[in-house]
């Protein structure tokens, strides 16, 4: 999900703590820019969130 025109990367992880949730991250240019600030409970949901997040940032709603 990284080119010129989108320089934001979504990264999914799956959380040790609680076991079975998700979290999301995006980096701009390969550095962290945001994170998750709630936990999903399947990795389709948090990858749906961190899309989200991206379209926000793409529309200018990035602050």
Same mark, same amino acid.
């Given at each position: 999900?990284?080119?010129?025109?989108?320089?934001?990367?979504?990264?999914?992880?799956?959380?040790?703590r609680?076991?079975?949730?998700?979290?999301?991250?995006?980096?701009?240019?390969?550095?962290?820019?945001q994170?998750?600030?709630?936990?999903?409970?399947?990795?389709?949901?948090?990858?749906?969130?961190? &899309?989200?997040?991206?379209?926000? &940032? &793409?529309?200018?709603?990035?602050?």
């Open positions: 999900m990284s080119n010129t025109a989108n320089p934001y990367t979504l990264e999914i992880a799956a959380c040790e609680p076991a079975g949730h998700f979290t999301w991250a995006i980096r701009r240019h390969g550095k962290l820019f994170r998750a600030d709630r936990l999903q409970t399947t990795e389709e949901a948090a990858e749906r969130s961190g &899309l989200a997040a991206i379209e926000k &940032l &793409l529309n200018g709603h990035d602050r």
